[in-house]
């Protein structure tokens, strides 16, 4: 407890899933948090479930891919926080698991805006925050679907791989500057990620053909434990790191 005592942590997709366990997990460490999601009501929701936590809560809906949505969120976080410690780029959208020949340019757009745009623009708009303090944490979810090219669809395995090439990059470039940045690929997920989903027969077919190697479906909790090591000193000398958290799924 209080491993994030007094920290400033922005949470895209905070609504749900692995966001939501992250908002419960920084809080009981003493994080004042700042949520965002795209659903106001459950927002709202959270926003109620949090009040007895241990740091300050404030939840903002925000469109992660909109650039004057996440640069609202930024300057929030500065105004009532002072400054922004820890980004956490967590929100996410599946891609029906298509295949690149029959992939239209609107989901493949859709995609990489969520996926990997959003967590740009929140990166670019913290970053020059973060370097005049000298210290600052950014973590990127990304997936297994980030590391190996059969998790999805050709959208969200571009978005993933891309997540994690912007992730490798800023770790280096800041590395002096006392920013670290680092990226969590879970594996399968408990979580409201596919609850909408129409999935490919093909691409679910193909993508889904290795699954039987996976050891069990991750909860939200532990991927959200992650990110508290992720975010606290403990990992100080974790920089550009692709942690895998799949119970051994991509170890085979
Ligand atoms: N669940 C899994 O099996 C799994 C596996 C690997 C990686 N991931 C990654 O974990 C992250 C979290 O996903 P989850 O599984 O918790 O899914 P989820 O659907 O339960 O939660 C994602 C949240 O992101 C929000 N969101 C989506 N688009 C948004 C936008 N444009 N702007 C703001 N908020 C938006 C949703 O409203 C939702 O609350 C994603 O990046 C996902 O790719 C999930």
Not at 75 to 99: H, L, R, T, W
Not at 118 to 136: Q, T
């Amino acid at each position: 407890m209080n491993r994030l005592e007094g920290r400033s942590i922005i949470i895209t997709g905070a609504a749900s899933g692995i966001g939501r366990a992250m908002a419960f997990a920084f809080t009981h460490e003493g994080a004042n948090v700042l949520l965002v999601d795209k659903e106001e009501d459950s927002l709202k929701e959270l926003h109620t479930e949090l009040a007895k936590s241990n740091g300050r809560v404030i939840t903002m809906t925000c469109d992660v891919s909109n650039e004057q949505e996440v640069a609202a969120v930024v300057s929030k976080a500065e105004f009532e926080y002072g400054g922004v410690q820890v980004m956490v780029n967590n929100a996410g959208i599946m891609d029906d698991f298509i295949p690149a020949d029959h992939l239209s340019n609107e989901l493949w757009e859709r995609v990489l805006k969520v996926n990997l745009y959003g967590p740009f623009y929140f990166s670019r708009e913290v970053l020059p925050i973060m370097i005049k303090k000298g210290k600052g944490v950014i973590i990127n979810v990304a997936s297994v679907g980030g590391i190996q090219g059969c998790r999805a669809g050709a959208a969200y395995t571009t978005s993933k791989f891309g997540l994690v090439g912007l992730s490798k990059n800023m770790a280096f470039m800041y590395a002096k500057k006392g920013i670290r940045c680092n990226v969590i690929a879970p594996g399968g997920v408990e979580t409201g990620i596919g609850k909408d989903m129409k999935p490919d027969i093909f691409g679910a077919e193909r993508a889904m053909s290795g699954s039987s190697n996976m050891l069990r479906m991750g909860k939200p909790e532990e991927i959200a434990s992650i990110a508290v090591f992720l975010a606290s000193d403990e990992s100080a000398l974790m920089n550009g790191d692709v942690v895998v958290a799949d119970g051994g799924w991509t170890a085979y």
